[in-house]
Each structure stands twice: as structure tokens, then as C-alpha cells.
């Protein structure tokens, strides 16, 4: 009888500009973020936070490996979309309502993505500085 292999699952996870994909197969519990062990990656809070969904999934993470590929966005945004990639994955994996509850009452951001975007700069043509859309340059009223 021939053995059937279990399917990789591959999940996506967004925040701001940053986009993470995720492969999540059976394994030894290993966290890969770039081909980076999750323990060298990042700062000590971006792992924090990466770390979140793997803790509150209890014993499934140590028996699936995780491979994380994240670009663009800055590190905070990538660390965001690493957790939602994952947390997404290990949903999807383990088939639990109850895990997709824990998660969505901890933070819905784990699962569901956040659209909102910066709002794109306005020119005045009267030499506004940049540090926002809508500002304009002072004017006296006397």
C-alpha cells in the first residue's frame, strides 16, 4: 500500500507594505524567516511577536516545520506579516475552530488583514513642507 504524503499548505500574510509567504510541512518544529532560524532573526521584540502564534498553538508547532519568506515594508511590518503568515498556516493546518477562536480573540490581526494605508501626499503649490498630506505652509493673518 502506498503511503500517502501530506500536502504542503502555503500561506500569505500582509501588513503595510511587507509580505510574507509561508510554507508550513511536517517536521521537527523548526521556524525558518529567510532561511533564517527564527531565534537570529530580527530584534528581540519582532521575535516577540513572531513567537505569539506558536506559543498560544501549544504542542502543533513542534511537530511542523515552518519556512517564512518576507519582503518589502520596514522590520516592524515584516515581524506583522510573519505573524499573521503563521498564524494563518497553523490555522489552516490543523483544521481547529478552536485555535482560529483563541486567535481572533487575542488579536483579530492574526488572521484578518488591516487595509488601512497612509494617506498619499497632496501638493499645495505653495511650498508645504512633507511632513504630511494635507499640510500647508503657515500664513500670517496680519
Partial sequence: MVKKKEKDIHQTGKRRLAIARAMIRPGKGMVRVNSTPLGLWGSEMARMWVKEPLEIAGELPKT????VSVRSG???GQAEAVRMAI????VEYSKSKE???QYLQLDRNLLVYDPRRNETHHGSGRGASKRGSRRHKQRSKR
Fill in 87 to 90: 498564524a494563518r498556516c497553523l
Fill in 99 to 101: 485555535l482560529r477562536e
Fill in 74 to 76: 520596514g522590520l516592524i
Fill in 64 to 67: 511542523v516545520d515552518i519556512d
